[in-house]
């Protein structure tokens, strides 16, 4: 009898609906994630600078963006050592201005982020669009998208950024060049990355509106947006999401090039490119710390970016299961 019904609870635990979380956490992604040491060790480290770029007000010990705070007697003050003028500990030591190298880090990681997650955003959302647009209408639409495609593909990314930014600002006021550099910074960069987007999803839509369920919301009078919208749009997302992940990555490092080159972030707010050159003036005198700790922290918040994307891109490859 204990038996009996001890099977029959077995089996009606076994037929119960599972949970949400249970269903994500028994899923093939999440197997897929659990077992690979690679994407694991590459979301710790970016879930950390993601964390430190978000919380850095509390993080921080100094504001290195308020003049208030700053004592130029601490300039150059070596890592772990104490300033002249304060007499206060610096992990990672100070600047030419005797801002703390830890805190001008972490208040660099939230410009190069944002600009970053924007700049991706922009570029998805255009080229998704001018995809799906290019994909399901066909004709002369097509060939004018495809075309301005190719003719921009032909072209570094970097130099149509710096392009786009030179004539953008430009025709910004000069009083509102410094506030609107960020604005500009994302507009240049998802204006030279939306290509991709567009010829991925134009290739998957094409696909997708032959099947016959596209032919059926036809067949009953939905309209052209509708379709687009609520058929073709979700089905084409998972390339757009490996796509997004790994163009992140070359997103902050267009940023910090531009940035790096003079073009980029103001230096009211220093983004990682602009620590970079600024601590690029000073290797050669000595003072290694300005260049290395920015340098280190692209290349960790670049490389586990471009790691997940790349897992994730393996995951989503039904040839590869």
């Given at each position: ?12 635990e076994a037929a119960a609906p599972k949970g949400f979380l249970r269903r994500a956490w028994e899923s093939d992604i999440a197997w897929s994630f659990r077992h690979s040491p690679v994407a ?152 030279s990355d939306w290509v991709y987007f567009a010829r991925t999803v134009r290739s998957s839509t094409i696909v997708e509106a032959q099947k016959e369920y596209v032919h059926a919301a036809r ?103």
């Amino acid at each position: 009898m204990n038996s009996q019904s001890t099977s029959s609870e077995a089996q009606a635990e076994a037929a119960a609906p599972k949970g949400f979380l249970r269903r994500a956490w028994e899923s093939d992604i999440a197997w897929s994630f659990r077992h690979s040491p690679v994407a694991i060790v590459s979301a710790v480290v970016f879930l950390v600078l993601v964390l430190g770029a978000v919380f850095a007000p509390l993080l921080a010990p100094y504001n290195p963006f308020d003049p208030s705070t700053l004592n130029l007697m601490d300039g150059f003050t070596v890592p772990m050592g104490q300033g002249l003028g304060s007499g206060e500990l610096y992990w990672l030591g100070t600047d030419d201005q005797g801002r703390d190298i830890f805190s001008t880090i972490l208040y660099g990681l939230r410009i190069s982020l944002f600009i970053g997650l924007m700049a991706v955003l922009f570029a998805a959302v255009l080229g998704v669009t001018l995809g799906l647009i290019a994909g399901y209408f066909g004709g002369w639409i097509e060939a004018v998208i495809m075309r301005v495609a190719d003719v921009q593909i032909t072209f570094p990314s970097i130099l149509i950024a710096m392009l786009i930014f030179g004539i953008a600002r430009g025709l910004t006021p000069p009083e509102l060049r410094d506030q609107m550099a960020i604005w500009v910074l994302i507009v240049s960069i998802g204006l030279s990355d939306w290509v991709y987007f567009a010829r991925t999803v134009r290739s998957s839509t094409i696909v997708e509106a032959q099947k016959e369920y596209v032919h059926a919301a036809r067949l009953i009078g939905r309209k052209p947006g509708a379709i687009l919208r609520k058929h073709l749009l979700p089905n084409v997302m998972g390339p757009v999401l490996v796509i997004a992940t790994i163009y992140l990555a070359l997103a902050i490092i267009a940023e910090a090039t531009l940035s790096f080159l003079g073009v980029g972030a103001p230096p009211t707010k220093p983004s990682l490119g602009t620590l970079i050159r600024i601590g690029q003036d000073y290797l050669f005198s000595g003072e290694w710390w300005i260049l290395l700790f920015p340098s280190l922290t692209l290349l960790a918040l670049a490389l586990s970016v471009n790691l997940l994307g790349d897992w994730l891109r393996d995951v989503l490859n039904p040839k590869l299961r």
